[in-house]
C-alpha cells in the first residue's frame, strides 16, 4: 500500500510558476513509476508528465518545455515544477504512483491549480 499527498497547488497568475510536490510512504519508493495527471471540470483526467523508476519523462504535448518532472527517492517525493502558467493549465492536479512491472497503481487526493488574473 502506498499513501500519495500531494501540496503546492494554489492561485497563480499567467505567467507565473508552481511547484507541486508528492510526498509518498508505506512502500519502497523507488520501484513506483510516478505520473501526475490533471483533471479539469467537465473534462476526463489526462496524463502531464510522468518519470519512469529509470528516470525516463515524458509529458503532455501541452506542457512540454513549461512543466519538469523530477524526483527524489532519497526523500520519496516527485514534484511537478510548472512555469508560464496558462489558464487551461487550471485542473486539479492528481500524483499516481505504479508498481514497475504490475498494473498495481494509487492515486493521491489532489491538488487544486488554478490559473487566473
Known amino acids: 500500500q502506498v499513501q500519495l499527498v500531494e501540496s503546492g497547488g494554489g492561485l497563480v497568475q499567467p505567467g507565473g510558476s508552481l511547484r507541486l510536490s508528492c510526498a509518498a510512504s508505506?512502500?519502497?519508493?523507488?520501484?513506483?513509476?510516478m505520473a501526475w495527471y490533471r483533471q479539469g471540470p467537465g473534462v476526463q483526467r489526462e496524463l502531464v508528465a510522468a518519470i519512469t523508476t529509470a528516470g525516463t519523462t515524458n509529458y503532455a504535448d501541452s506542457v512540454k518545455a513549461r512543466f519538469t518532472i523530477s524526483r527524489d527517492n532519497a526523500k520519496n517525493t516527485v514534484y511537478l515544477q510548472m512555469s508560464n502558467l496558462k489558464p487551461d493549465d487550471s485542473a486539479v492536479y492528481y500524483c499516481?504512483?505504479?508498481?514497475?512491472?504490475?498494473?498495481?497503481?494509487?492515486w493521491g487526493q489532489g491538488t487544486q491549480v488554478t490559473v487566473s488574473s
Open positions: 499516481n504512483a505504479r508498481r514497475r512491472n504490475t498494473a498495481t497503481e494509487y
Open positions: 508505506g512502500s519502497i519508493f523507488s520501484i513506483y513509476h
